[in-house]
């Protein structure tokens, strides 16, 4: 005979009171996610259109990797620029059903007027201006039920990086939905959100990270970045 105890799942003690561990499909408000998230030895969980997502462990190839070249990108432009915020899998509260913890954002600060704002207790609340999520492949959440929540919420613009199919879509918000942005003539994807940040698609996927910071660096060159820094820094005083 089973013994029934056998067979139930364990729960952590959080100040005496035993809390239900995270389970991928938990179906939970965005209160009960943070209370049990907190009592939880999980390291990355999400709470997608009010369902569980727990992360399986990363792969270098195909998350590990290519997370570091998103980052190396969005630190230069970061570090050059006042009033804007790189943010490396931090929790957004989105609204009452969607805690994501996107691979990488970039917000404008609220002194210059950006959407988002930190908590008492250090979260995102709102929608950050640009959000990086890396997947696996087309058939990743983050192209189905995370897209639709970033674009209800107002996330700005949307890049994934799908990794099985080498491919970068970046879509910016345009009248409620998402479109792709075109690159220009000479190939290169230009931010509508932050002038400056470009990306040459093809070298960043083949890897070719010089002269992707190449290109950055003219973007960060270029008169309408100049301006958009001069135009944060007034608004800044």
Request: hydrophobic letters at 40%; a negative charge.
């Amino acid at each position: 005979m089973v013994n029934p105890s056998s067979t139930q799942i364990p729960k952590v003690p959080v100040n005496g009171i035993r809390v239900a561990p995270l389970e991928s499909g938990d179906r939970l408000s965005r209160h009960e996610f943070e209370r049990r998230y907190t009592a939880s030895p999980h390291k990355n969980a999400e709470l997608i259109e009010g369902v569980v997502y727990v992360a399986s462990p990363v792969r270098f190839q195909s998350h590990g990797k290519p997370h570091a070249l998103i980052m190396a990108w969005l630190s230069v432009y970061w570090l050059a620029t006042p009033g804007v915020e790189l943010g490396d899998n931090a929790t957004v509260r989105l609204d009452l059903d969607n805690e994501p913890q996107p691979d990488a954002l970039l917000r404008l600060e609220e002194a210059v007027d950006g959407q988002s704002r930190l908590s008492e207790d250090d979260y995102i609340e709102g929608a950050p201006e640009l959000v990086v999520e890396i997947a696996a492949s087309s058939a990743a959440k983050d192209l189905h039920d995370k897209k639709q929540a970033y674009r209800r919420n107002g996330v700005l613009e949307y890049i994934v990086w799908q990794t099985f199919e080498n491919k970068l879509d970046w879509f910016c918000l345009r009248e409620g939905e998402y479109v792709l942005l075109e690159p220009d003539a000479d190939g290169v994807l230009k931010s509508q959100v932050f002038p400056g940040l470009w990306l040459l698609a093809p070298d960043f996927l083949a890897g070719n990270m010089s002269k992707v910071l190449a290109v950055l660096q003219s973007g960060l060159n270029s008169l309408e970045y100049k301006t958009f820094v001069q135009r944060l820094a007034e608004k800044n005083q």
